[in-house]
Structures are given as C-alpha cells and as structure tokens.
C-alpha cells in the first residue's frame, strides 16, 4: 500500500509562504485525485485543496487564492505552495488519495505550519 510522507512545514511570519511536500511511497500516476487536508487545534480536519491525475484543481474557498496545489508524477509527489500566509492557517497539514471524495490511503504523520502575527 502506498504511504504518504509530507514535509516543509516550519514557522514563517504572517504574509510569508512555505511549500509543502508529499511523497508517495509508490506511483500515484493512477491515482485519480490527490488532496491536502490540514487540522488546526480543536478543530476537525478539513479539506484544503485536491487535484485530479488531469485537469483543473480545486480549493476551499476560505483560501481566497493563496494556495495553489501540484503533482509531479514522475517523482510521486504532491506539493502546496502557500503565500500570503495568515495566523488561521496555523495547523497539521496532511495529504492523501482521495476517491469520490473520501481519504483512502492511511494517514502520515502531517507537517506542522505555524503562522506567527
């Protein structure tokens, strides 16, 4: 089964960015769609932004553009690129497989993102 590694995370000051990683254990060329989730403290996982093997990504709208989501398949990885970061971006960002919009794939250990103001 594939496992998902995410790294990148890190303390950056408000208006700053951090690019994420994802890498896959095995291909994910045959995986339709790829997402990043992220959990802030006492809230619930959320979906951030998701991306299909071809075509256009999506994101959530709380995100008002700052995000942009990309797969490299021929190095297994997913990525997000995260500018203009805010203090509520604060969280444990995750990636995963996601099938008719479920996770599928057990979940890493996430990359820790703190938005300093």
């Known amino acids: 089964q594939v496992q998902l590694v995410e790294s990148g995370g890190g303390l950056v000051q408000a208006g700053g960015s951090l690019r994420l990683s994802c890498a896959a254990s095995?291909?994910?060329?045959?995986?339709?769609?790829m997402a990043w989730y992220r959990q802030a403290p006492g809230k619930q996982r959320e979906l951030v932004a998701s991306?299909?093997?071809?075509?256009?990504?999506s994101y959530a709208d709380s995100l008002e553009g700052r995000f942009t989501i990309a797969r490299d398949h021929a190095k297994n990885t997913v990525y997000l690129q995260m500018d203009s970061l805010k203090p509520e971006d604060t969280a444990v960002y995750y990636c995963?497989?996601?099938?008719?919009?479920?996770?599928?794939?057990?979940w890493g250990q996430g990359t820790q993102v703190t938005v300093s103001s």
């Open positions: 991306i299909p093997s071809s075509g256009s990504p």
């Open positions: 095995g291909s994910i060329s045959s995986i339709n769609a």
């Open positions: 995963n497989a996601v099938w008719r919009g479920v996770p599928v794939l057990p």
